[in-house]
């Protein structure tokens, strides 16, 4: 999956945990499923790097470093971050280590899945709704812990 949704939708889902650990966790763990999902993929990284930094500086900004919803954003990236990294990098016979990065589970080849399978426009429509629930929703639950 791009990476702008993983931290998108990670960090909506970052609602449902009071914990940052809990929801570093789940975030990793949400990483996996997405993954499953049929989708298209770009190679645009330095694009892609961009925004995932301009989202998660959103989202730290407005809800919080140490917020549920940053860090469950932060667990959805990081396992990207092999896809970058030269000594996990395939094309240079290195393996990658996260179990949905396999050709096998990496958007799952179900039948009429690439026909079907979720465009770049859909993630990204997803992925800023996503992020916009999470920004919008946040600021009140942070600043009542804050003063609390
Ligand atoms: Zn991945």
């Not at 966790?25 to 961009?50: C, N, Q």
């Not at 859909?122 to 946040?138: E, K, P, R």
């Given at each position: 999956?791009?990476?702008?949704p ?36 770009i ?23 140490n ?11 990081l ?54 629930l ?15």
């Amino acid at each position: 999956m791009m990476l702008v949704p993983h931290t998108g939708i990670n960090a909506a889902a970052g609602r449902l945990f009071r914990r940052p650990a809990a929801a570093f966790a789940a975030g990793v763990l949400a990483h996996a499923l997405l993954d499953l999902v049929p989708h298209k993929d770009i190679s645009a990284h330095k694009a892609e790097g961009v925004m995932v930094f301009f989202m998660l500086g959103l989202v730290g900004s407005s809800c919080g470093w140490n917020s549920p919803a940053f860090w469950c954003a932060m667990g959805g990236v990081l396992p990207d971050v092999e896809q970058v990294l030269p000594w996990t990098d395939p094309a240079r016979g290195k393996r990658r280590f996260f179990p949905t990065h396999s050709r096998r589970l990496h958007s799952l080849p179900l039948p009429g899945a690439r026909r079907y399978r979720t465009s770049l426009l859909i993630q990204s429509a997803v992925s800023l709704a996503a992020l916009a629930l999470a920004v919008s929703t946040c600021g009140r639950h942070c600043r009542r812990k804050v003063s609390s």
